[in-house]
């Protein structure tokens, strides 16, 4: 006999964006069509598999200072979708569990008691957690934790990448061996700097003043 809490866990385990029925049976060792006691299908299942990885995440509480409460959230996100593959590309396929929706609601309406306008709210909270779900979903895949058809690994977006000419201009090489750095630099290091970038626009043009 097994349970749902049993069968979340291992559909975590084995990576949601690559998981079915099957394999999630013979984790368990039961025949899968166990598992439809507890879910309709494979769709079901992933969401209940989000689900649990946003109750097993720790989001930050509401606070005054509106830029670390959305930086916080922005690296809780991101330690969510690094621990658990399959969670961002999912995500950015448009999977939303019932909690993630909640989650993001909760923390929309944690902005608006922060002095943000409704709408500011929706698309300040809107605009990081996009951020984090593309970043870590290309991550995710280029890095190999995640496969793809489509998207080329690491390596090869490195092998691939234009390189210097005798003919370019000084400002052409520099942005080339830029290219080739951001390539290599680590996924949270380069996440950083874009959420810098996304708050200091938030601040701009949505924050309260």
Not at 53 to 71: K, M, N, Y
Not at 182 to 189: L, T, V
Request: charged residues 20%.
């Amino acid at each position: 006999m097994v349970t749902s809490e049993q069968i979340t866990a291992a559909a975590l385990e084995l990576g949601v964006a690559t998981i079915t029925m099957t394999s999630v049976a013979q984790r368990l060792g039961v025949n899968h069509a166990t598992l439809y006691r507890y879910v309709t299908g494979r769709d079901d299942l992933v969401r209940n598999a989000i689900d649990r990885a946003v109750i097993l995440t720790e989001f930050p509480q509401p606070r005054d200072d509106w830029q670390s409460f959305l930086r916080d959230t922005a690296n809780a996100l991101f330690d969510m979708c690094d621990t658990y593959p399959g969670v961002a590309t999912e995500l950015a396929g448009g999977t939303y569990s019932p909690m993630i929706l909640q989650r993001g609601a909760t923390l929309m309406a944690c902005l608006a008691r922060m002095d943000f306008g409704p709408t500011d709210a929706v698309l300040a909270l809107d605009l990081v957690t996009g951020l984090v779900i593309d970043h870590c979903r290309r991550a995710e895949q280029m890095d190999g934790r995640v496969p793809s058809t489509s998207m080329p690994s690491r390596s090869e977006l490195a092998s691939s990448w234009p390189r210097g000419e005798p003919e370019n201009t000084d400002s052409m090489q520099e942005t080339l061996e830029a290219g080739q750095q951001a390539i290599a630099q680590g996924p949270r290091d380069w996440f950083d700097r874009k959420l810098r970038i996304a708050l200091a626009g938030i601040a701009a043009e949505l924050a309260p003043h």
